[in-house]
């Protein structure tokens, strides 16, 4: 009888309150090692809030996340922040690749900061991987919005973390574009066995994914 995987995400009852008004109530969920999930919701749903608080970026109200079994708010910031860096990479919804660096050197600043060195060889493979050899010296400004996605996606998994989260990868794409984005994010994250988590409004992407979970929007108390 084989064990089950142990996870290496785990939400348990989680709840983030604004002034007092709830912006985002998640179910229970867990991810184990590999496994590839949609959270799917309107906007207003509290998406990139509940990526911000798995990712540690922000402590919420009530409930907690366990990262590789460790409770994220209870850490010190300092040590959440190593568990986040060597173990998540986050494609954030807007870009946040530094203007004055080339893509080589965004990702090579973001795997030196995660990793304490450098491995050159690993980032030309990442940059070719997403198709961005020709780019590879080129700064932000002078990418597409394509290509800063995907500068951005390599950058996520420049430290091949064990995890990979993405917030809204898809929602300013057409369809061509969308299926391009949603179909790298898998196959990159199937080729270093991350776990993936998307979280999105996109329908079009349910029928890539294996597991949704659908988020809604937080009731207001009347």
Do not use: Y
Not at 150 to 162: E, F, K
């Amino acid at each position: 009888m084989t064990t089950p995987a142990e996870p290496l995400i785990e939400v348990r009852d989680l709840r983030h309150e604004i002034d007092g008004r709830c912006v985002m109530a998640a179910p229970p969920f867990s991810a184990a090692k590999g496994e590839h999930t949609l959270l799917l919701g309107p906007s207003g749903s509290g998406k990139t809030t509940l990526i911000n608080v798995i990712t540690g970026l922000i402590t919420p109200t009530s409930g907690e996340v366990r990262i590789a079994g460790q409770v994220m708010s209870a850490l010190p910031a300092a040590q959440r922040d190593q568990l986040r860096r060597r173990t998540i990479g986050v494609v954030f919804q807007t870009l946040r690749l530094i203007s004055a660096l080339s893509v080589r050197q965004n990702l090579a600043l973001a795997q030196r900061l995660a990793l304490g060195a450098n491995d050159p060889e690993a980032i030309e493979g990442l940059i070719a991987q997403v198709g961005l050899s020709h780019r590879a010296d080129a700064r932000p400004r002078a990418l597409s919005q394509g290509e800063g996605q995907r500068a951005a996606i390599a950058r996520a998994l420049c430290a091949r973390p064990a995890i990979v989260v993405a917030d809204e990868p898809t929602s300013a794409l057409d369809d061509a574009n969308a299926a391009a984005m949603s179909d790298l994010l898998l196959a990159t994250a199937e080729a270093t066995g991350a776990t993936l988590l998307i979280a999105t409004h996109d329908n079009r992407l349910k029928a890539r994914f294996d597991r949704t979970l659908n988020l809604s929007a937080p009731q207001v108390a009347v």
